[in-house]
């Protein structure tokens, strides 16, 4: 894929990040590292591999490159599996921190999930509001109103609010408090 230049008078590509992924192989984590490997174009800044061995996620993220991060045999050793996705990180907004290194999982009820994407969320900030609103909306209807609805509004939806004081924020506040 050629990256698009970003204005009308700039002919530079500009890439982002590079996504590898396998699938059903006994050296899954080894084929991502080298998929990275070979996009490590793409991004710089940071690189990252998490494998799934049929029960427990494994993760290895750094800054740096993947040469220098994935080249030791025991980091390829501590990730089993046979499905693995990787990702190297091309900045385009958050700080250069561990949490920000890509990809991401999670353990569920339902089970896990791991992810990484190539791009931004143009409407992050609506999507917390959303899901602040959703957990305020809960708390108010499981009981438990005044610690609830105190833990909601601590949460970070709830300082990204203070930080970012913008029309598709107080739009879905709005939205949010007449629901309630």
């Known amino acids: 894929m050629i990256g698009i230049p970003a204005s009308g008078d700039d002919d530079k590509l500009h890439e982002e990040c590079g996504v590898f ?3 059903d ?3 899954a984590a080894a084929l991502t590292v080298l998929g990275l490997h070979a996009l490590q174009h793409r991004g710089q800044e ?3 591999v998490v494998t ?16 220098d991060n994935f080249s ?3 980091v390829i050793a501590s990730l089993p599996g046979r499905i693995a996705i990787g990702h190297n990180r091309y900045a385009t907004t958050g700080g250069s921190v561990l949490r920000n290194i ?8 339902f089970g896990g999930l791991a992810l990484c994407h190539n791009g931004n969320l143009t409407n ?7 899901m602040h609103c959703q ?3 809960m708390a108010w209807q499981h009981g438990k109103r005044t610690a609830n609805v105190l833990r909601a509004l601590n949460s970070p939806a709830s300082a990204l609010l203070r930080q970012w004081n913008t029309a598709s924020a107080r739009q879905t506040l709005c939205k949010c408090s007449a629901t309630r």
């Open 124 to 130: 992050a900030l609506t999507l917390r509001l959303q």
């Open 46 to 48: 940071a690189a990252g």
């Open 21 to 23: 992924g396998v699938f």
């Open 135 to 137: 957990r305020l909306a």
């Open 102 to 109: 890509q990809p991401l999982f999670a353990d569920f009820a």
């Open 72 to 74: 030791n045999e025991r």
């Open 25 to 27: 192989h006994r050296e």
């Open 52 to 67: 799934f061995d049929g029960r427990l996620f494994h993760s290895h993220r750094a800054h740096g490159l993947v040469g």
